[in-house]
């Protein structure tokens, strides 16, 4: 079999088992599910709560009511219901809110009621009128705060793909299994890259998983960007874990090669301030469409095999 099939299925099968190794780690999972599930669910039970006290806009008004008012009411957003008494249907508790023109009713303070009394003295050429608070804002208002949020997220996976670049190696020299791995017949890198593939492949699915569903409750900026900025982070944070760890194991000392690779990701991050698209992690502060950033995040992670190579060689 020729180098360049066996580097292939070395490739292929080292790949797959770091991935299974990965996915049936509970802790792994539980780090993957947790920080974009609690912002998911804490977002839905926002607003479901929000939803569900959402003050009525029902207005009660006279039947007599000028028409031209009665218009401006229902482009505010007003459901208007004639009665003969609609001071008494307040007081009742059977309309939030109502009017004749000139006086507004209402039990208690709501922004509803602001609003009412503002499109009253509009139309009544009155020279102050109360400012009501804004109105839930839309999908399209909400989506630069579902960018920040991405953001967050993807570097909290950034400093996981650290963490997965150091833990597989370390862990795996503990057990003894690097030593079996670095015998089978394909040059030393391949190990290397395989464990960046597997790494990158888990964080960006649970990544990509957490950006649309967030892009589906409030609406994220360009999430198909942000998805390609944030997998290029992970490769990065994954490449620096691998060209730090050394020969260290987890248990002859993993909090200095774990300082370091942490040291790395915030460096990478400051650079963000430059607007740099094509640099992973400091792209995520950008806003170019992450193909650069994910083609140098290839080339860290093979650079990072390299690196990987020459320190297993040594050790």
Not at 268 to 282: F, N, R, Y
């Amino acid at each position: 079999m020729s180098l360049a099939r066996r580097i292939v299925r070395a490739l292929w099968y080292l790949t797959g088992a770091t991935v299974q190794r990965l996915l049936r780690e509970g802790m792994v999972l539980r780090s993957m599910v947790w920080p974009g599930g609690v912002v998911i669910v804490t977002f839905a039970f926002t607003i479901a709560l929000l939803a569900f006290f959402r003050p009525s806009r029902d207005v009660a008004i006279t039947p007599d009511l000028e028409p031209a008012l009665v218009t401006a009411l229902e482009d505010g957003g007003f459901t208007v219901h004639p009665t003969d008494d609609p001071h008494g249907a307040v007081k009742a508790l059977t309309q939030p809110v109502g009017t004749d023109g000139d006086t507004v009713w209402t039990v208690g303070t709501s922004p509803t009621a602001l609003e009412l009394e503002a499109i009253v003295r509009t139309y009544a050429r009155d020279s102050w009128r109360p400012q009501p608070p804004n109105r839930l804002p839309d999908v399209s208002s909400t989506s630069q705060s579902g960018l920040i949020i991405c953001r967050i997220l993807a570097m909290l996976f950034v400093t996981y793909g650290a963490v997965f670049g150091l833990g597989s190696v370390a862990r795996d020299r503990d057990d003894g299994s690097l030593e079996a791995e670095l015998a089978l017949p394909v040059p030393r890198w391949v190990g290397g890259f395989a464990r960046w593939i597997a790494s990158v492949l888990v964080l960006a699915v649970f990544y990509g998983v957490s950006v649309l569903m967030l892009a589906a409750i409030i609406g994220v900026h360009q999430s198909s960007a942000v998805i390609r900025h944030g997998i290029a982070g992970c490769g990065a944070g994954v490449a620096l874990g691998l060209m730090v760890v050394g020969t260290s194991g987890l248990k002859n000392g993993f909090s200095g090669p774990f300082a370091a690779a942490l040291t790395g990701v915030t460096a990478l991050a400051a650079l963000g301030t430059l607007q740099l698209t094509w640099l992973p992690v400091a792209s995520l502060f950008s806003r170019g469409q992450g193909y650069s950033a994910l083609a140098v995040s290839i080339a860290f992670g093979l650079f990072s095999s390299v690196v990987y190579a020459r320190r297993t060689g040594t050790s």
